[in-house]
């Protein structure tokens, strides 16, 4: 069972850093009042390549490992995200499949 997690996005030092940075309050309290929060254990994914994007995802603190999958089934890393970073937003606009994994570390 997952318990619910409270995070304010006013207060969220990694807003300063995203694509959220330039909010109104207004905008801010709309998406506040819309988010999910979720904890992810290390090693958890919080989306899998090739899945349909069920939304997008902004990282509040801790690292995420992004990762392809080559033909030979072999991972390679893509990069690293961290707070203020966002993920899953180019799969959940195009409404394609994501091209990349996410587990965080």
Do not use: W
């Not at 995070?7 to 207004?26: M, P």
């Not at 506040?32 to 989306?47: D, P, R, S, V």
């Not at 993920?87 to 195009?94: E, K, M, Q, Y």
């Amino acid at each position: 069972m997952r318990k619910k997690i409270e995070l304010n996005c006013h207060a969220c030092s990694g807003r300063q850093k995203s694509i959220f940075c330039h909010l109104e309050k207004e905008n801010i309290d709309v998406l506040n009042t819309a988010k999910n929060a979720n904890i992810y254990k290390k090693g958890q994914n919080l989306f899998l390549e090739g899945n349909p994007p069920f939304g997008l995802y902004c990282v509040h603190n801790g690292k995420i490992k992004i990762t392809k999958a080559s033909s030979d089934g072999k991972e390679t890393i893509v990069r690293f995200a961290a707070s203020g970073d966002i993920l899953g937003h180019r799969s959940l606009f195009s409404e394609s499949a994501y091209t990349a994994s996410a587990t965080a570390l």
